[in-house]
């Protein structure tokens, strides 16, 4: 395998970067992850906006015009000939003394990698549909910020995993749900219409979530974007996350509750397949 570290294509096993990397100590860094489908990057042009409106919120210098960042992008993907998979590209304030204040010129650090991964399993899980735990928010309320200070999200991620679970909704304390520890969250109410809590309230703007919406919208069903509750989840049609990794994945489990008859729900079915024809 090939990453791509500061200008250079390296042997993936080599590439480093510094130990005073403000990544490495202070998580100041922010990054994205793109889903790769039939060799195509999908929604390139969002996940390139949002990363650099997440370096401008934080003042980091963006270290490549947007243009030649997807040339890297795509020489990534070909050098590890990944038809199918993820790029992962992650941008930090650079190496510098450790001092909490902005280093003076300091060049950000930026790595590209990318992996394969079979559809084949994402597949599988959409087909059985996947278990999901609530945890208490916890976070800081920057989440629009898509940084790599991820450890609440590590935190939820592993108890969901302990609890059996694939993913953990982050709920506040008036028992809305804001979204999972890496996708936005989902349901569909009796009368068919889709709730998604809106992106300017402390969730992170997914794209996979505005590429559905847009889906929907064409498709002509109905859509509410507001905060949703537990119980109002507990009694849903349907319930679903979306992000680059999981695209639309059904959950039919909510803390050990059964979402309708604890099967995938056909709405969520046929936005993944909207997904994959629109991707292609
Ligand atoms: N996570 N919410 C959070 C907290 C996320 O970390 C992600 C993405 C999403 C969905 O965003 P998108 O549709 O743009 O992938 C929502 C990535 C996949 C990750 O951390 O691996």
């Known amino acids: 395998?090939?990453?791509?570290?500061?200008?250079?294509?390296?042997?993936?096993?080599?590439?480093?970067?510094?130990?005073?990397?403000?990544?490495?100590?202070?998580?100041?860094?922010?990054?994205?992850?793109?889903?790769?489908?039939r060799g195509h990057i999908i929604d390139s042009t969002r996940h390139l906006e949002r990363l650099d409106r997440s370096l401008r919120e934080l003042k980091i210098a963006s270290p490549m015009a947007r243009q030649p960042l997807l040339t890297v992008m795509r020489e990534v993907i070909r050098r590890n000939m990944v038809e199918n998979g993820l790029v992962y590209l992650q941008v930090t304030r650079g190496v510098a003394p450790r001092d909490h204040a902005f280093p003076a010129n300091t060049k950000p650090s930026l790595v590209v990698t990318a992996k394969r991964i079979d559809p084949a399993g994402g597949n599988k899980r959409a087909e059985s549909g996947i278990k999901v735990i609530t945890v208490a928010e916890n976070r800081w309320e920057r989440v629009d910020i898509k940084s790599v200070g991820l450890l609440p999200n590590v935190l939820a991620k592993q108890q969901a995993k302990e609890a059996g679970a694939q993913e953990a909704w982050f709920v506040d304390p008036d028992g809305t749900v804001k979204e999972g520890a890496s996708t936005n969250a989902w349901i569909i109410t009796k009368d068919g219409v889709l709730v998604t809590r809106p992106a300017d309230?402390?969730?992170?703007?997914?794209?996979?979530?505005?590429?559905?919406?847009?889906?929907?919208?064409?498709?002509?069903?109905?859509?509410?974007?507001?905060?949703?509750?537990?119980?109002e989840a507990y009694d849903a049609r349907e319930a679903f996350i979306t992000s680059a990794t999981t695209l639309v994945t059904p959950v039919v489990t909510i803390n050990d509750r059964s979402i309708a008859n604890g099967h995938p729900g056909s709405i969520a079915s046929s936005l993944r397949q909207a997904f994959f024809d629109i991707a292609e």
């Open 1 to 37: 395998r090939i990453a791509y570290v500061n200008g250079r294509y390296t042997v993936h096993a080599d590439a480093a970067v510094h130990i005073e990397d403000r990544g490495y100590q202070f998580a100041d860094g922010v990054y994205e992850v793109c889903e790769i489908a």
């Open 201 to 231: 309230s402390g969730i992170l703007r997914g794209v996979t979530r505005t590429t559905v919406l847009d889906i929907i919208k064409k498709h002509g069903l109905s859509v509410e974007e507001r905060p949703f509750t537990v119980e």
